[in-house]
């Protein structure tokens, strides 16, 4: 062991303020190259077709278990740490939970500048390329190849720069074979595989690992994905019959901000009656256990409560559980939206903002009315309201709140006034609207 470890096994995953077992188990890559501990503590000092054991001992991985085991808080996973400032909750918590059954077989393996001299891979999340069918107004270039072609167009060619999105290095690499089979190599060991994207069931490479793990027999393993739900067949591959070799149930986490034009506008590229039916083949399927992932800004916070009636009047959400895991009923989980600040749902002018929570308060009773137990809608929701009501940041956010606004509804031929009427205020400065 470390001679610069001290704590136990149980110390360092219940009692730290840093540890974190991710980076022991896992490295992650993003679409453009870039690496770290997590999906949301990213470097970009390697280069960006970096093998394996290149991103596991980089210098930022090293010094990122390094100070962990001390219990410093390295900058990287700042998100984490805010985000347990703000609430008293963050990823870094449950992958402990979760993943912590690893630890004490690693420890002795890691040296005391952060090297990991042993690496097996548990956990799975690499981004090989950032192609989507989608560009999502919470998404960026970086995730989306649509978002890329789009800002490339009018941003390079046409020279209408937005501030708020860069332009420079949004064509995400796509070298992804050296990396492929090292992840191949690592099916042994693997525990939990999440993909994510860009949009993971449009992606070669994500078929290519699954069909890798069927036939080495590897079919235990927990299979996790973060996808837009709108497609379930890609060229010759049926990915619910490719799930049903699986021992249990993949976890899916549909991103679904809202429903019609609403859910159409905010995530770009949606047809909301091809959405619906496949949420519909996924809720039957025997296989998947879904989970609607609900990103919660300033365009949905006001009428979020809406979305949820919506999905009830469908017939998606049904009344109770009657297991511990039942392929039938559908959970909500609502994520805050922080960044960029002028989507925030804290940038919200403060009758708006009051309406929203008082809609999702009184959408808790109504669904506790209709025997609706969802303990994880409830919490993030919760939570939700607890981090709008914190601050007010429309003041300092609202004129690059509708430069973003009027920019990509030019570019996309959206119109906003007529899809959030309920919002429209937020168009209107002293001097007149904003169109």
């Excluded at 619906?276 to 800004?297: G, P, R, W």
């Excluded at 989507?343 to 929570?357: E, F, H, M, R, V």
Aim: charged content about 25%.
């Amino acid at each position: 062991m470390s001679d610069i470890i001290c704590s136990t096994s149980q110390e360092l995953l219940e009692d730290s303020q840093s540890f974190c077992i991710l980076p022991f188990i896992h490295v992650h890559r993003s679409p453009n190259g870039d690496h770290g501990p997590c999906c949301i503590g990213l470097s970009g000092d390697l280069k960006p077709d970096a093998n394996l054991l290149e991103l596991v001992n980089s210098d930022v991985m090293k010094q990122v278990r390094s100070d962990m085991l001390n219990n410093i808080k390295n900058p990287v996973c700042f998100k984490c740490h805010r985000h347990e400032e703000i609430s008293g909750h963050s990823a870094r918590q449950d992958y402990n939970k979760i993943h912590g059954e690893f630890l004490p077989d690693i420890l002795d393996k890691v040296e005391s500048d952060g090297t990991h001299n042993d690496f097996k891979m548990r956990y799975f999340d690499i981004r090989f390329n950032n192609l989507c069918n989608f560009k999502c107004r919470t998404c960026g270039p970086g995730y989306s190849s649509q978002w890329s072609t789009e800002i490339l167009k009018y941003d390079v060619y046409n020279q209408r720069r937005f501030i708020g999105i860069e332009v420079d290095n949004i064509i995400a690499t796509s070298n992804t074979n050296e990396l492929l089979e090292d992840i191949i190599q690592q099916i042994p060991n693997l525990d939990t595989l999440y993909f994510a994207g860009g949009e993971p069931l449009i992606d070669e490479n994500h078929y290519v690992i699954l069909t890798e793990l069927i036939r080495q027999g590897r079919t235990d393993v927990a299979l996790k994905y973060n996808t837009n739900a709108s497609n379930l067949n890609f060229k010759k591959y049926d990915i619910i019959d490719m799930w049903s070799n699986f021992a249990k149930p993949v976890h899916l986490s549909a991103s679904i901000d809202h429903t019609f034009e609403r859910a159409e506008y905010i995530r770009s590229g949606t047809n909301w009656d091809d959405i619906i039916d496949n949420l519909f083949i996924l809720k039957n399927s025997a296989y998947v256990e879904v989970n609607l992932n609900t990103v919660v800004s300033n365009l949905n916070f006001v009428t979020i409560a809406d979305m949820i009636n919506d999905l009830w009047d469908y017939g998606l959400l049904t009344p109770s559980r009657s297991t511990s895991w039942d392929h039938e009923f559908i959970t909500t989980n609502f994520y805050p939206c922080m960044d960029p600040p002028y989507l925030s749902l804290q940038a919200l002018p403060t009758d708006l903002k009051k309406q929203g929570i008082k809609k999702m308060e009184n959408m808790f009773t109504a669904m506790s009315k209709r025997a609706y137990i969802d303990p994880h809608m409830i919490e993030s929701a919760k939570q939700c309201i607890e981090i709008a009501s914190q601050c007010d940041t429309w003041q300092e956010n609202n004129e690059k709140f509708r430069e973003y606004i009027k920019y990509f509804d030019d570019i996309r031929n959206d119109d906003f006034l007529t899809t959030f009427p309920e919002l429209g205020t937020m168009m209107k400065k002293p001097d007149g609207w904003f169109l």
